[in-house]
């Protein structure tokens, strides 16, 4: 199974950035946009930087905060990457190259 080995959550107290920099046992690394995932129920708590920073590694090699709210690392790992995520909103708009990001 392929778990995850380290963790880095990126952003700060002032910012709604909810991404997570994720480390997994085969070595793969990514970065992933938890914040669609966040807002209703008991995940809601979790929009709070102070308390979203809490997550830690579960033994089962997936993600958890102290509320109980988690993460499998499988589903963590079909997640796309932040930057395939930005590359595939990008489009250019009136054939002059400018970028544009949805």
């Not at 080995?5 to 952003?11: M, T």
């Not at 920073?53 to 958890?64: L, N």
Request: charged share 25%.
């Amino acid at each position: 199974m392929n778990e995850v080995k380290e963790l880095k959550v990126l952003g700060d107290n002032h910012s709604t950035d909810y991404r997570i920099w994720l480390k997994f046992s085969d070595g793969e690394e990514r970065t992933v946009d938890l914040h669609p995932f966040l807002g209703k129920g008991f995940s809601a708590e979790l929009l709070k930087f102070d308390n979203f920073q809490q997550v830690f590694i579960e033994p089962g090699g997936g993600i958890a905060w102290p509320n109980g709210y988690d993460f499998c690392p499988n589903f963590l790992r079909e997640l796309p990457a932040v930057s395939e995520v930005v590359t595939a909103s990008a489009r250019i708009v009136s054939g002059n190259a400018t970028w544009r990001s949805w």
